[in-house]
T-cell receptor
Framework: AQSVAQPEDQVNVAEGNPLTVKCTYSVSGNPYLFWYVQYPNRGLQFLLKYITGDNLVKGSYGFEAEFNKSQTSFHLKKPSALVSDSALYFCAVNYGNEKLTFGTGTRLTIIP | DAEITQSPRHKITETGRQVTLACHQTWNHNNMFWYRQDLGHGLRLIHYSYGVHDTNKGEVSDGYSVSRSNTEDLPLTLESAASSQTSVYFC???????????FGPGTRLLVL
């Protein structure tokens, strides 16, 4: 069964520092990988996705993620964190069927 | 612009009552999904549909039902509301597996 893990419930980063939010996926075929962000009292917003091709994917708000097949990871990164990046982040995986499977989410807090 | 809407945004009901949450999308997507979001559980799939007259159970379907009579709408019905169904409910839609899944703004349901 497809699955995705976000090993950290909470990540704290000082403003201006680089940030990483981790995601690993189960090994089964060729995954399609997604990152979503949720701000308080809002729905999930799409950030970026990896389907095929270049392993480094760039998305909205300066975020990027690197698909690493050998480590089965798809970590979300940003070179310089902003206080406005504070939110709940979800990784999701799909193996060519229609359903996305979501991780449990990581709460990112950027400290001024 | 295409969008996905949910109504109502907030609902208070009593145990035992039937409740229907509406979801409407103008993306012309075949695939629609209902999730609930609870603290500590992330997003859990309730029901989903791959097209008109198609419905499928997700991981937490007990006590819920859906029907799909057209492409645009997938209403979620709580047959007899229970306090355990107090949650935030999100509707989503997507096209092919590679395409982005879009979420509605959510419905906050309180069952007293």
């Amino acid at each position: 069964a497809q699955s995705v893990a976000q090993p950290e419930d909470q990540v704290n980063v000082a403003e201006g520092n680089p940030l990483t939010v981790k995601c690993t996926y189960s090994v089964s075929g060729n995954p399609y990988l997604f990152w979503y962000v949720q701000y308080p009292n809002r729905g999930l917003q799409f950030l970026l996705k990896y389907i095929t091709g270049d392993n480094l994917v760039k998305g909205s708000y300066g975020f990027e993620a690197e698909f690493n097949k050998s480590q089965t990871s798809f970590h979300l990164k940003k070179p310089s964190a902003l206080v406005s990046d504070s939110a709940l982040y979800f990784c999701a995986v799909n193996y060519g069927n229609e359903k996305l499977t979501f991780g449990t989410g990581t709460r990112l807090t950027i400290i001024p | 612009d295409a969008e996905i809407t949910q109504s109502p945004r907030h609902k208070i009901t009593e145990t035992g009552r039937q409740v229907t949450l509406a979801c409407h999308q103008t993306w012309n997507h075949n695939n629609m999904f209902w999730y609930r979001q609870d603290l500590g559980h992330g997003l859990r799939l309730i029901h989903y549909s791959y097209g008109v007259h198609d419905t499928n159970k997700g991981e937490v379907s007990d006590g819920y039902s859906v029907s799909r009579s057209n492409t645009e709408d997938l209403p979620l019905t709580l047959e007899s509301a229970a306090s355990s169904q107090t949650s935030v409910y999100f509707c989503a839609s997507k096209g092919s597996p590679q395409e982005t899944q879009y979420f509605g703004p959510g419905t906050r349901l309180l069952v007293l």
